[in-house]
């Protein structure tokens, strides 16, 4: 399962050298980022409650054994603006993979605090999914109606429960996540909906 994200404006992960600013390497600006974005610091109180209890199942599962998060400098099968993948190891293990590349291009195009935030709404979103274990752990052995299913469910929940109230807080959201929040509305939140289906389905492909 993969998330998307999408830059914004302008600001990056820097350092200063010599007098100059540079823009730190991937890998640093990933774990600088993944140290803010879990953070239990009052900076981090303004995400939305769903955000919160996902990261924290995150920190849990993480500290049991159960889940790990690793990073791979870019997926070979998703464009550049892909941050995460998640899926279920041999050994049954929850598995994040985050992409340093898209961190990287990213950082240079957001502020720091929307790439943490957009940090935080990747990292929910991949734990949505794995509240349907057993169809993750099928990968691409599960059929194309179950993959959909799951798409749909997790894009519903991920949206109602945290993109949207990003969005209600003024919070910068790329053009994608306002357009899927806008045709969910016009379904009147039914995760049934056909123009609802159809546009996680058409996003989802794009990202195979």
Not at 99 to 117: C, F, G, N, P, Y
């Amino acid at each position: 399962m993969k998330t998307i994200l999408i830059a914004l404006v302008t600001l990056c992960f820097c350092q200063v050298v010599g007098g100059q600013v540079r823009q730190l390497p991937g890998e640093q600006i990933y774990r600088r980022l993944h140290v803010e974005a879990f953070s239990h610091g009052s900076e981090n109180a303004y995400y939305p409650t769903l955000v919160q209890e996902k990261l924290e199942w995150i920190r849990v599962e993480s500290f049991a054994g159960r889940l790990i998060i690793i990073h791979a400098e870019r997926f070979s099968n998703a464009s550049a603006s892909t941050i995460m993948a998640s899926d279920i190891t041999v050994d049954g293990k929850k598995r994040i993979v985050v992409s340093l590349e898209s961190i990287r291009v990213s950082s240079a195009t957001l502020t720091t605090k929307e790439l943490k935030t957009h940090y935080a709404l990747a990292m929910t979103h991949e734990a949505i999914h794995f509240e349907a274990y057993e169809t993750i752990r099928l990968g691409r052995k599960a059929t194309p109606n179950q993959r959909v299913n799951e798409e749909v469910r997790t894009w519903h929940r991920w949206i109602i429960g945290a993109v949207r109230p990003l969005l209600q807080t003024g919070h910068k959201m790329s053009p994608g996540l306002k357009e899927v929040n806008e045709v969910l509305k016009r379904c009147g939140d039914d995760a049934r909906c056909v123009e609802f289906v159809m546009e996680i389905n058409m996003r989802t492909v794009q990202l195979k």
